[in-house]
């Protein structure tokens, strides 16, 4: 099992520039990858190819990219560079999004996302495995009359889900490598998420999938401050009935609940028990949220457990 963490410097002078500083402190930590979210700011792809360049120890990824307001031919030139940029390094996560930010924020109505999610990845995966495709679907095309192939980024790229819902893992399962839970704790990965993704995989012929679990956590001895900010932090999940069900099959009843806080002992135990229940890797999200003296002493746990 590999360990990583989700950088954001979005709140820096420059942004591109300070994860470029973050990566080369988390890779000389012991961490082996780091991930990217995507919003309306930074361009994901573009952010993890630059750091993935400027720091070659460490495994980048995107997590994730809404695949409504996006076309697989654009999403597959980013990818395409971005895994040409780090030499074979790169990971493309996508997710389904939410209906107020794909309604408000791009003026699309949010109806049949399984479905797009479906033939997005099947376009996908033509596109960045053979650099051409010839999908004609219900509600994407993607049909290039010139090549869209990058050169370098021939091995393809890993398509990873967003997934924690039942249509969404069944998808996951059958045409992409793995998914990108968050918010998911040990219980409900081992009980629901990865019983139901590999056997979609199964049944679809595929490998075992990738489980990259992403956990919000830090280590810190001031437990019941940190947990209070984390229950502020995170409250806009619970508002979101996917996240609200899949904290609530992890046991929990805030989404601060999930979140993984505690001294190195504490912690130590809860990356196991992801590892018990099926997380092929784990990556550590909002470990800033205490401070940067945490922040450090969190990436040195976690480090230590990559090794």
């Known amino acids: 099992m590999t360990v990583g963490v989700a950088l954001n410097a979005s709140d820096a002078e420059n942004q591109v520039d300070a994860s470029v500083s973050l990566a080369h402190e988390a890779a000389a930590a ?8 995507q919003t309306f700011g930074a361009d994901s792809p573009q952010l993890a190819a630059i750091v993935g360049r400027e720091e070659p120890r460490l495994h980048v990824g995107t997590s994730a990219i809404p695949v409504f307001g996006r076309h697989p031919l654009l999403v597959s030139s980013q990818a395409q560079t971005a895994q040409a940029a780090t030499h074979g390094r790169y990971h493309l996560g996508l997710a389904l999004g939410t209906k107020l930010i794909t309604e408000s924020g791009f003026g699309l109505p949010f109806e049949r996302p399984i479905a797009r999610l479906r033939e997005f990845l099947t376009a996908l995966r033509q596109l960045t495995r053979t650099g051409t495709a010839d999908f004609h679907g219900e509600l994407l095309t993607a049909a290039p009359p010139i090549s869209a192939r990058v050169p370098g980024a021939e091995d393809g790229v890993p398509l990873l889900v967003a997934a924690m819902g039942p249509q969404a893992l069944r998808a996951s399962g059958e ?6 839970p968050y918010l998911a704790g040990p219980r409900a990965l081992e009980e629901h998420i990865v019983p139901a993704l590999t056997a979609a995989a199964a049944a679809a012929g595929r490998p075992s999938p990738r489980i990259v679990a992403l956990v919000p956590g830090v280590v ?3 437990v019941e401050a940190v947990r209070a900010k984390a229950t502020e932090q995170l409250a806009f999940y619970e ?8 904290v609530e099959l992890s046991g929990g009843r805030r989404a601060s609940d999930v979140a993984v806080i505690g001294d190195e002992r504490t912690v130590a135990a809860e990356v196991r028990r992801y590892r018990d229940a099926g997380a092929t890797e784990v990556v550590f999200t909002s470990t800033d949220i205490a401070g940067e003296a945490d922040r450090r002493r969190t990436w040195a746990l976690l480090g230590e457990l990559a090794g």
Not at 30 to 37: E, I, M, N, V
Not at 175 to 180: F, P, R
């Open 220 to 222: 810190t001895d001031d």
């Open 30 to 37: 012991g961490l082996r990858s780091a991930w990217f979210g």
């Open 175 to 180: 045409l992409a490598d793995g998914i990108l």
């Open 239 to 246: 508002q979101i009935p996917s996240y609200a069900r899949v």
